[in-house]
């Protein structure tokens, strides 16, 4: 089992910056994907962004809210994936949520952190 642990959640104004950060430890054999999702308050969660992992390649996409705000960032050495987050708006107010889909000798598992709490004010 992958525990996955977020840090850097806060409260910031509107148009200021953040940077999530998620560490994965535990036994796993490699990564599928690593993501992170957001929860605003009263509705579903939902995708922010995403890195698939094919061999040596990866895949990034976004959510079309937060393209060219949003950065995900990968350090494969430390299972570390990060979400540096520019020009916040008071809608990106959520917990967001850090996701790992991994093999391990168990098989295939997906993990959830715990959640970090980002606040927007306007």
């Known amino acids: 089992q992958v525990q996955l642990v977020e840090s850097g959640g806060g409260l910031v104004q509107a148009g200021g910056s953040l940077r999530l950060s998620c560490a994965a430890s535990?036994?796993?054999?490699?990564?599928?994907?690593m993501g992170w999702y957001r929860q605003p308050p009263g509705k579903e969660r939902e995708l922010v962004a995403r890195?698939?992992?094919?061999?040596?390649?990866?895949?990034?996409n976004y959510a079309d809210s937060v393209k060219g705000r949003f950065t995900i960032s990968r350090d494969n050495a430390k299972n570390t994936v990060y979400l540096q987050m520019n020009s916040l708006k008071f809608e990106d107010t959520a917990v967001y949520y850090c996701?790992?889909?991994?093999?391990?000798?168990?098989?295939?598992?997906?993990?959830w952190g715990q959640g970090t709490q980002v606040t927007v004010s306007s």
């Open positions: 535990g036994i796993s054999l490699s990564f599928n994907a």
């Open positions: 996701n790992a889909d991994y093999n391990s000798r168990s098989g295939r598992g997906d993990s």
């Open positions: 890195i698939r992992i094919r061999g040596r390649t990866e895949y990034v």
